[in-house]
């Protein structure tokens, strides 16, 4: 599946089309879907729980429905949005990451 098609079939299951709606939508969905991984992450490694994957991977595509809603809602393709990432970092690490690179930014 491609990045834009996904945002076209993720819109599908939005309440609103409203592009404010999306936005606040997207924001306060991704800081709960975001805490929902960090929660399974943290109780594998302090708590003694089984790592789930599957849970985890399901909880990885919520994050995805939010930042597909998101950018409709900011005006891009979700497509866009990832080309933009890739160039930032491109920029930031052009051989790769480097730690010196991380701690010394531009």
């Given amino acids: 599946m491609e990045a834009n098609e996904y945002?076209?079939?993720?819109?599908?299951?939005?309440?609103?089309?409203?592009?404010?709606?999306l936005i606040l939508n997207g924001a306060?969905?991704?800081?709960?879907?975001?805490?929902?991984?960090?929660?399974l992450v943290k109780k594998h490694l302090f708590q003694g729980h089984e790592l789930n994957k599957e849970k985890l991977a399901d909880e990885l595509g919520d994050v995805c429905w939010y930042?597909?809603?998101?950018?409709?809602?900011?005006?891009?393709?979700?497509?866009e949005i990832m080309k933009?990432?890739?160039?930032?970092?491109?920029?930031?690490?052009?051989?790769?990451?480097?730690a010196e690179r991380s701690i010394n930014r531009e």
């Fill in 67 to 79: 930042v597909a809603i998101m950018a409709k809602g900011l005006g891009y393709p979700l497509e």
């Fill in 28 to 39: 306060l969905g991704l800081a709960g879907e975001s805490g929902e991984v960090a929660d």
């Fill in 7 to 21: 945002q076209e079939a993720a819109l599908r299951t939005a309440s609103s089309a409203k592009p404010e709606d």
């Fill in 84 to 98: 933009m990432n890739i160039e930032k970092l491109r920029k930031r690490y052009p051989n790769g990451f480097e």
